[in-house]
């Protein structure tokens, strides 16, 4: 964890009354131990779920359940706490809440904290299935996110009401966390400019069913470009096909083969103050695509292969100044062929990934990385969670934008 990033702020988290408060401990305490002072206000139905000790003995905070309760200096407490929190948590958040946010409702100390404030809200339903599809229900979240909360969709997994495979459930505590990271990243830095940034595989047709895949599951590019729009930048994300959910906010444009990804760089490049190609594009695709299914019996002895378009080199040797940050999938000598290629390819920045290690890499939300630009590299190989690692890379990418403009 970061901590650095949650020392001296405060958060205001917001209790409502759904089963998944009992995981809004875990989250309290996480955030207390990154750093954080972590305020606790808790609606009515909330307390019959967990009680207030509980979060008091773990933030070391009072925990405000009263709409009249002042702080020491004689101040009502849901004024306070709405002006002093870097940011207001809503963890979970129950339909009812939602709805009450959505019209301005203000009957309780939690409303009345939401209605209040002029810090960023984020809100984290979690709830029977059913409930959340519900159109009122969406129409809300709609409503708020017009409004600028930020609001952390629910998992799909088991819900407590027994539903096996549903949506609803309450996030990861680490999912949590990493959003709450880049939202309070002091570095913003990027706005009014556009992060052009790839991800996912290609697929590479060899017939209308078959193709020649890798297993990026886009996660890495997903993590920059959620990064990206969080520092205030304008982000085009070109993705592969994955199976994540696009993120809010941000321009997705699908493509699926190497030269589909090509054309859609093309596309956007003129606009791009930054290009980041996190994407595994296939270097090479078959030869032939039959427009046919090809039979078992018609099966061909070999494929031949032939070699797809460097996206990267590409737009490296275009004209324009624009910063190029490339990755590196190295299984031996890391450092040395990713600082190859940093050369070889004329970027300003290179992420250079272990993916010979178990447990990171592809698919997982771990990387064994290091970023290296023309200075050399940048501390030692780490194990960093891809939205950590996604933070680094922007943090690097403000600074050398603003370096760009001084030159
Ligand atoms: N890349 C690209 N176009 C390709 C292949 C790769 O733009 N056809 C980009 C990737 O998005 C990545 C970088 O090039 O940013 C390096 O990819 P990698 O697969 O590590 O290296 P290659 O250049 O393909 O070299 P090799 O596979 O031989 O290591």
Redesign the pocket.
Known sequence: MTEYIFKGKTIALGVSGGIAAYKAVDLASELTQAGATVKIIMSENAVKFVSPITFQSITCQPVITDLFASNPQGRIYHISISEEADVIVIAPATANILAKAACGIADDTLSTTIVATRSAVVMIPAMNNYMWLNKATQHNLETLRERGIHIIEPEVGRLACGEEEAIGRFPKTETIIDYLKNLLTVVRGLEGKTILV?AGG?HEPIDPVRFIGNRSSGKMGYAIAEAAEARGGDVVLISGPTCLRPPYGIKVVNVET?RQ??QA?LDYLPQADAV????????FRPSEESVEKIKKEKMPKSLGLG?????????SEKEGRRIV??????SENIIE??VE?LK??N?DL??A?NIGKPGVGFGSDLNLAILIDRSGPMGDLKTYRKSDLAGRIMDWLVGALKRDAAD
């Open positions: 790839t290609t190497a990804m090509k760089v980041i190609m996190a994407a595994a594009i296939a270097d070699l797809n378009p460097d996206i990267l080199q590409m737009v940050v490339g990755f590196a999938a190295e062929s990713a290629k070889k390819k970027l290179i992420v990934n």
